[in-house]
């Protein structure tokens, strides 16, 4: 569907939204790192001559858009909680980040769209969704200070 320098195009800027999510200063700058990575991916997932790359394209995506709401959710509650007096525990806050960034990365127990969606792939975009697409939120979890939770999802593959 595409020609090279489209593929490269959305290769190059897949590498510089992971280079943002890692390199940023704020968990809403790592959002936004995540998000371009993710509609960086999806061009190059979708073929229009193969249904099922288009069917995972779609399951993709939808499922990454619900984690980024609610990664988003999590850190506009994380702000009003550093800004205002807010009765909310830090760590429930940190466990809905972390529960986000894991199924972003399609990680036990929220790994329910994985097998589904590799079906569909190519075995080149198979390896970049395998490897590239879980840098990101595997050095964002590596921020969070939740070890006891990482320990039950490690367990849990």
Known sequence: MFNNSSKILFILMMIIGTLIAVTSNS??????????????FIPLMSDSNNLK???????????????????????????LKNNVNYEMNKS??????LSTLLM?????????????LMEGLTWMNALLLMTWQKIAPLMLISYLNLKNLL???????
Request: glycine content about 4%; cysteine-free.
């Open 53 to 79: 790359s288009t069917e995972a394209s779609l399951k993709y995506f939808l499922t990454q858009a619900l984690a980024s709401t609610v990664l988003l959710f999590s850190v506009i509650l994380l702000m």
């Open 151 to 157: 320990l039950v999802s490690v367990i849990l593959s």
């Open 27 to 40: 968990w809403l700058g790592a959002w936004m790192g995540l998000e371009i990575n993710l509609l960086s």
């Open 92 to 97: 429930f806050i940190s466990m809905i980040t």
């Open 104 to 116: 972003k990365s399609g990680a036990a127990p929220f790994h329910f769209w994985f097998p589904n």
